[in-house]
């Protein structure tokens, strides 16, 4: 196994950088090291499409991919509150887009329930939900079941 992706490695990192998009990253590095190995290292084409949308709290937030997204926002996705729109890169792999659904749902949350998560705080949930998700594992069903 690669030494970069060793737990106590993934831990150390996380502490050493305080930037945000350095930990999101090597997450992200992470989950997918995980997931491609828990997939006989099939991790492209493992994952279905997202929903076209997702509710929390009893409020449908549309789902839509956006063209060059990172390039021009130097960031995977965002949420718009106001307008219930979640944005994600549609150049990603659909591992990454299914982390960073995972994180704009965090910050969802963290909003409607007022906790003033920061954002490490927020990526490090993020990686635990897309965890769990993807040892569930995604299928057509579950994602009927949240509204696509
Ligand atoms: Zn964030």
């Known amino acids: 196994m690669d030494s970069k ?33 828990r997939n ?7 994952w279905p499409a997202l929903p076209k949308s997702v509710t929390l709290f009893g409020q449908e937030y549309q789902i839509e991919l956006v063209q060059e ?26 591992a990454v887009q299914w982390s960073s659904l ?9 909003h409607h329930l007022m906790l003033s998560l920061d954002e490490p705080a927020t990526c490090r949930i993020a990686s635990g939900l897309f965890e769990f998700v993807a040892q569930l594992g995604v299928t057509a ?8």
């Not at 831990?11 to 997918?32: S, T």
């Not at 006989?40 to 493992?46: D, I």
């Not at 995972?102 to 963290?110: F, K, L, P, R, Y």
């Not at 069903?141 to 696509?148: D, M, N, R, V, Y």
């Open 5 to 37: 992706f060793t737990d106590a490695a993934i831990y150390n990192i996380q502490h050493r950088y305080a930037h945000d998009y350095d930990i999101i990253k090597l997450c992200d590095d992470y989950l997918l090291h995980k997931h491609a190995q």
């Open 40 to 46: 006989g290292g099939a991790a492209k084409g493992a």
């Open 69 to 94: 997204l990172a390039a021009a926002e130097n960031e995977y996705a965002n949420v718009n509150f106001y307008r219930h729109l979640i944005q994600i890169d549609a150049a990603c792999d659909l």
């Open 102 to 110: 995972c994180h704009e749902v965090v910050h969802i949350i963290d």
């Open 141 to 148: 069903e579950l994602i009927e079941g949240i509204g696509c």
